[in-house]
């Protein structure tokens, strides 16, 4: 060996075999590690969970966020056929629950219960929406979870009794995905996060805090004073982990039990049906102004009503009165609802006096009374005896009478008339008896004097009747009846005259009152005196006296009066 061989073993020596336990020790890691890619989900598998959990929650939080970060276009594009119907689903079913609601609202906002509810609300000074959701919503929490927000871990978990488990990582993973897409794709940097969903029949809510979020599966349609309680517990459970930290919150058995308690699907709805009528009696003190002024207005209503209806009930009273004790008529029926509308049924005789003058004496407001009668033969006294002047047609000089239908006739009257009508006096309708006290009038000396003397008297009746006009040319209610008598006397007046030897000629006055001006009360006296000639033409007066009647409207007003005059005027036959 050469010099220059044994410097180097003495120099290199302790390097060689560094070099070769080193080359060994690489050896043994590639083994190593060529085994631990076969042996590592033994080892995951067989390693305890919440460890295993907890070491591996920071760098999978932190693999997770850098690949969002750094592929979020992939993973957005990976979760958009799963988020896509999500977000569809919660829209549909967060319209239909506004439409539920207001349905509801609407449904209960005119039914007796929403009246009372109404009236509840007002007393209490409580919102009627809040009103109603207090007395018509039912709901139940069925599975609540604490999920650590970067890892996705369940902290805790609570179900109501008798319910069975749900896959607890599978719901915190899928809800840490989908926040972590709603937060990266939907929501503002640093704001919006999914809030909440609908999940088949359960309404999911999600409430996120700085290190932890809190999910609850929720059946029905909780009140908003559940988010406020949820809310209150989240805030605590970040209490306890600023108190205890991460590491020593599994260790802390007072604060596990607390979180427990806090967490029970019962105890959030205890808290939030507590916090609900803390809410409803933290308002301003019941007010008995709303029901006082409820009262008064019911009051004043049923007063207005009842006066309304006793005054129409008085006036129907009045009407009835007058109706029953009007001769030829028999009421039998009033039809009448109050100040909507009003018809008398009954029998009416042809010889009585119209109805009409009376129904328009009472006050029906704008009612106006229909009339429904039928023909009869009445045996009133009044209108007996109408009717036995009409049949009788007795001269001027014989008077008429009935009382208790007996009939009694006086005076004087021609021998013809007396053996005409003797025997019909008592075939008049409504007659038990006759009491006959005419006698045969004496021949007159000088049958034309007696026939001017007759014709002169009836020329005064006929100047005595006035026929009036309400408005205008509309007559009043007893025109007819005025019409009829005109015309019986001008056909006696016309006999008269060819006896005494005298011609008629007839002058039809006309009047009105200071009302207007003086060429409209000019027209209106026009008016009323040629509406008189035409009604006695109508009524069969000969027409060669009303063409030659004259028609005198120059009256002023000074007698203040809407109406009409006939007057009579005699000329001598040879002038």
């Not at 750094?70 to 977000?87: E, K, Q, T």
């Not at 982990?241 to 802390?252: K, N, P, W, Y």
């Not at 007066?541 to 009256?555: I, R």
Request: with cysteine.
């Amino acid at each position: 060996m050469s010099d220059l061989d044994r410097l180097r073993h003495l120099l290199l020596t302790d390097e060689r075999e560094k070099f070769v336990r080193a080359e060994l020790r690489i050896a043994e890691l590639e083994r190593i590690n060529r085994e631990l890619s076969e042996l590592l989900p033994g080892l995951v598998t067989a390693a305890p969970a919440e460890p295993m959990s907890r070491a591996l929650a920071t760098p999978v939080a932190a693999a997770l966020g850098n690949a969002v970060q750094r592929n979020r276009a992939s993973i957005v594009d990976a979760l958009f056929p799963v988020i896509g119907p999500i977000i569809r689903k919660a829209i549909a079913e967060a319209l239909r629950g506004l439409m539920r609601d207001l349905n509801q609202v609407l449904e209960h906002g005119f039914s007796p219960r929403g009246i009372r509810w109404r009236i509840e609300a007002w007393r209490s000074g409580v919102p009627f929406a809040q009103i109603v959701l207090k007395h018509s919503l039912r709901y139940q929490i069925d599975h609540v979870f604490l999920i650590e927000r970067d890892s996705g871990l369940v902290l805790h978990r609570a179900s109501s009794p008798g319910l069975p488990d749900l896959d607890a990582d599978a719901i915190a993973g899928m809800l840490t995905a989908i926040g972590q897409f709603v937060r990266d794709s939907v929501g503002r940097e640093g704001g919006d996060s999914l809030e909440a969903a609908r999940v088949g029949e359960y309404l999911l809510w999600v409430l996120d805090g700085p290190r932890a979020s809190l999910a609850c599966f929720i059946k029905g349609v909780p009140p908003d004073a559940l988010r406020v309680v949820l809310s209150d517990r989240l805030e605590q459970i970040h209490a306890q982990f600023s108190a205890v930290g991460d590491s020593a919150l599994e260790a802390d058995t007072a604060a596990n039990q607390r979180l427990t308690t806090s967490l029970e699907p019962s105890a959030l709805v205890a808290a939030s049906a507590a916090l609900t009528d803390d809410e409803g009696s933290g308002h301003k003190r019941p007010s008995r102004w709303p029901m006082l002024i409820i009262v008064l207005a019911i009051v004043l209503g049923l007063g207005w009503y009842f006066l309304h209806v006793a005054r129409w009930n008085e006036r129907v009273d009045m009407l009835r009165s007058g109706l029953a004790a009007h001769p030829g008529f028999v009421l039998t029926a009033i039809e009448a609802k109050p100040w909507q509308r009003l018809t008398v049924h009954g029998l009416l005789d042809a010889d009585a006096d119209p109805l009409q003058p009376l129904l328009e004496r009472v006050d029906l407001g704008e009612v106006k009374a229909g009339l429904d009668v039928q023909n009869y033969l009445s045996g009133d006294d009044a209108v007996v005896l109408k009717r036995a002047v009409r049949l009788l047609d007795a001269p001027i000089g014989v008077q008429l009478a009935v009382n208790e239908s007996v009939l009694a006739l006086s005076g004087e009257a021609s021998r013809d008339w007396i053996e005409q009508h003797r025997a019909q006096a008592a075939w008049v309708t409504g007659i038990r008896s006759v009491d006959w006290r005419v006698t045969e009038m004496a021949v007159p000396a000088d049958p034309q004097a007696e026939a001017r003397a007759a014709l002169n008297a009836l020329i005064n009746v006929i100047a005595q009747t006035t026929l009036r006009f309400t408005s205008g040319t509309e007559p009043s209610a007893n025109a007819n009846d005025e019409i009829r008598q005109m015309a019986d006397s001008l056909d006696k007046a016309e006999s008269l005259a060819v006896t005494a030897g005298v011609a008629l000629h007839l002058r039809i006055d006309g009047y009105s009152d200071a009302t207007g001006g003086a060429d409209l009360n000019a027209g209106l006296r026009t008016a009323r005196a040629g509406w008189l000639r035409d009604s006695l033409r109508k009524a069969g007066v000969s027409t060669g006296l009303l063409d030659d009647a004259t028609l005198f409207t120059a009256t002023d007003t000074a007698a203040g009066i809407r109406a009409a005059k006939l007057i009579v005027q005699t000329v001598e036959a040879n002038r």
